[in-house]
């Protein structure tokens, strides 16, 4: 009971245990909420309800006082669950949960409106979250969803946050990274510009004068504006009705540090000038710290000396160029910044060589020189930005060359942090070891892979040597440096597993080999009538993670026998993702043919697969080359 209210985990009968972490965190939660909106909970009672499978697109639903959840999403085994899945568990019930205020006492007027239940609830989410477990640096994490949310909006086929809904489709295709992640960023930042008591005190009053009732954004942004001095309806619209990135150039003037706005557009399309009345912060490495609004064609100074960050705390919706001499300036004192700016430097310099707006050698000189002993998350993100470089170099000449190079900023990492958990290490730490290890593995490390080889074997004759985050981290490795004979072993394990959950990972882990020939013999299986329906997706979603044209051409070859497994309305998105991740320029007139075949209300996630692999082939023909150079040079 939390004051009047029963809160309950319902589960299928034997899986009680595995609903006790989430009831925890719910009681937890629904008492902060209660308090944060200053409108009590109004049911009688609150249960979460955890049902098997998996959706293509959702993790759950916040029906009113129902909610549901895939199992994944709300039960903890010690055997299976990672650290990542107790964070995961914990942010999910706090988003649905929130959704009973936002989404649920007060609704959406319609559709083009989605991003007031799902951008606010993903807002709320980290903000509750934060508030319990400090320290797992839940705003640090989710920049990753941000940085996303960003290289989607940067690009053909992004829309405004708030834009038309004329049916179904176009609804489904609107649950996306610019509803959710920016939709988040850009709460967080009006937050960060008004101040959080005045919020607050206008979202208690929205919710109060709406309860039961239906909204658009400037109900919103009139409740607030009503409480605050610093009104954000203008500011609010420029980020919310209109799409894309401002870009803040940062120049050295007399007075200090000079603030210009641009547009950052990862193609032609995206670089139309725009203005935006963006809040910005900028602090000095002597603890100066500058506040305002920049918009284009009205430059301020901040009167700040150099070192200094732009966007510091990394709280508002942009990207920030420096002048060369300003860099020069700021790069060597990287591991002096606080960990969400080293976050925003890392992000900003590599997407900004990408496009050629500064040169590759920025991003990849602070690769260099991150401390192997620095903050986590800051590792974890350094090491997926070099993941995400290899496959960009995937069977090219130089491959070898960058592997060598990440390889080298990684291993220390893992060095340090080892294989198994040391007593009283942070929780990220074992978040962070997963993602250095996995990424190693990838790289082709051979100390790595062997280790893994080594815990693999043991594990086939004493399960129980591997549990939890150990058991992922070396399964994940494993199943994508397989040979046949592993294959056939892991597919025994997924048939034989008992625990829907594990099997529904072990016939994605098939799905994750590199061994072209192997991730044949997946797509086969997904199709074979083995896997159950909601498994079926979910294979072929993995194989297309290493041969997204592979998975691509099976699934379209395939289309009439895979569409009963699919959600109706989100067909078209489920072969855009299929799709999204190819480097070959053939997939680009793939998309545009089927393109063709679909409702063109349903055609906006296939603009944006055809804007990144478009993008992807740039980068490889333009980037590489230069990086090339500076890797040969350092």
Do not use: C
């Not at 504006?225 to 420029?238: F, G, L, P, R, W």
């Not at 060598?404 to 978040?431: H, I, M, S, T």
């Not at 597919?491 to 080999?513: F, N, P, Q, V």
């Amino acid at each position: 009971m939390v004051g009047k209210t029963d809160v309950g985990v319902i589960v299928r009968r034997g899986d009680a245990a595995k609903g006790q972490y989430a009831l925890d965190a719910a009681v937890k939660l629904l008492s902060f909420y209660n308090e944060y909106f200053e409108t009590p909970y109004p049911l009688p009672k609150l249960d979460l309800v955890a049902g098997p499978g998996n959706s293509q697109f959702f993790s759950a639903m916040e029906n009113w006082g129902a909610i549901f959840y895939f199992d994944y999403a709300l039960l903890i085994d010690p055997k299976l669950s990672t650290e990542t899945d107790r964070q995961n568990v914990f942010t999910v019930v706090a988003h649905e949960m929130a959704h009973q205020w936002f989404g649920d006492l007060v609704t959406m007027d319609w559709w083009d409106n989605l991003w007031l239940n799902e951008g606010f609830a993903s807002w709320m989410e980290n903000k509750a979250t934060d508030h319990f477990h400090p320290e797992w640096n839940v705003w640090l994490s989710t920049q990753a969803g941000q940085q996303g949310a960003m290289r989607t909006d940067s690009r053909a086929g992004t829309h405004p946050i708030v834009t038309p809904i004329r049916d179904v489709f176009a609804a489904s295709s609107a649950f996306d990274a610019i509803t959710y992640q920016k939709g988040q960023a850009v709460i967080r930042m009006l937050e960060a510009y008004t101040g959080e008591a005045a919020f607050r005190a206008g979202v208690r009053n929205y919710i109060k004068a709406h309860a039961y009732g239906n909204t658009v954004s400037d109900d919103l942004w009139t409740e607030i504006d009503k409480v605050s001095t610093k009104k954000i309806t203008a500011i609010a619209h420029d980020f919310t009705l209109q799409s894309g990135v401002p870009l803040i150039r940062a120049t050295a003037g007399p007075g200090g540090v000079v603030l210009n706005q641009d547009r950052f557009g990862a193609d032609l399309g995206q670089r139309t000038p725009r203005t935006w009345r963006a809040p910005v912060t900028v602090t000095s490495l002597d603890g100066r710290t500058w506040q305002g609004v920049v918009a284009a064609g009205a430059p301020k100074t901040a009167d700040v000396a150099a070192p200094a960050v732009v966007n510091a705390g990394q709280t508002s919706y942009f990207r920030t160029a420096y002048s060369t001499d300003l860099w020069a300036r700021l790069a060597p004192r990287y591991a002096q910044l606080p960990p969400a700016d080293q976050l925003g430097l890392l992000y900003d310099s590599r997407a900004l060589g990408e496009v050629g707006i500064v040169p590759m050698s920025d991003f990849l000189a602070l690769a260099k020189n991150a401390p192997a002993d620095g903050d986590p998350i800051v590792l974890n993100t350094l090491s997926d930005q070099l993941s995400a470089i290899d496959w960009l170099y995937d069977r090219r000449p130089n491959q070898a060359a960058f592997r060598a190079f990440a390889r080298g900023r990684l291993g220390p990492v893992a060095q340090r942090l080892g294989w198994d958990p040391k007593p009283g290490e942070a929780d990220n730490d074992a978040v962070t070891r997963r993602a250095i290890l996995e990424n190693l593995g990838a790289l082709g490390d051979p100390a790595v892979l062997a280790e893994a080889r080594r815990r693999f074997e043991r594990w086939l004759t004493d399960p129980d040597s591997l549990t939890g985050t150990g058991r992922r981290t070396v399964l994940s490795i494993v199943a994508a440096n397989a040979d046949a004979a592993t294959w056939d072993t892991l597919h025994r394990k997924a048939r034989e597993s008992k625990d829907i959950t594990d099997r529904a990972r072990l016939y994605g882990y098939l799905g994750s080999a590199l061994d072209p020939a192997l991730a044949d013999r997946a797509l086969a299986l997904a199709l074979s009538g083995e896997p159950s329906a909601t498994e079926v997706p979910l294979l072929l979603g993995a194989v297309s993670n290493p041969f997204p044209d592979k998975a691509f051409d099976f699934a379209l070859a395939n289309r009439a026998r895979l569409q009963p497994f699919l959600e109706p309305s989100s067909q078209t998105s489920y072969f855009a993702r299929l799709a999204q991740s190819s480097r070959d320029p053939a997939m680009i007139d793939k998309l545009t043919r089927f393109a063709a075949s679909v409702p063109a209300s349903s055609r906006s996630e296939l603009d944006k697969s055809v804007a990144a692999v478009r993008y992807r082939v740039e980068v490889i023909a333009n980037r590489l080359p230069e990086m090339d150079r500076w890797l040969a040079a350092n």
